[in-house]
């Protein structure tokens, strides 16, 4: 599977954003999709995760409630709505493809990131 993220881009804090992860290759609809993202000397952390169907979400717990995942299989894409932006969400996102998990290790197939920069 190839991926392919998109969406970022330079917002004000309380703007939104949706990310759009494009699948390619072998059947997107046997994958979970997770996004992650990754601040400049940070870690990289979770953010969000939604099985090979759309029924089962899973979220950071600090960004329930402005964070959104979703998929449409037909189209081979994931995405993540974020709302009510904030300075600290400026970060490079990524999308993944793999077994449904917080953990990154889980996943095998990885897109290339997308920068998100929130200003205050």
């Known amino acids: 599977v190839q991926l392919q993220a998109s969406g970022g881009g330079l917002v004000q804090a309380g703007d939104s954003l949706r990310l759009s992860c494009v699948a390619s290759g072998r059947s997107f609809n046997a994958y979970a999709v997770g996004w992650f993202r990754q601040a400049p000397g940070k870690e990289r952390e979770f953010v969000a995760a939604i099985g090979n169907s759309d029924s089962l979400t899973y979220y950071r717990e600090s960004l329930k409630g402005r964070f959104t995942i979703s998929r449409d299989n037909a189209k081979s894409t994931a995405y993540l709505q974020m709302n009510t932006l904030k300075p600290e969400d400026s970060a490079v996102y990524s999308c993944?493809?793999?077994?449904?998990?917080?953990?990154?290790?889980?996943?095998?197939?990885w897109g290339q990131g997308t920068l998100v920069t929130v200003s205050s």
């Open positions: 993944a493809a793999g077994s449904w998990s917080f953990n990154p290790a889980t996943y095998h197939y």
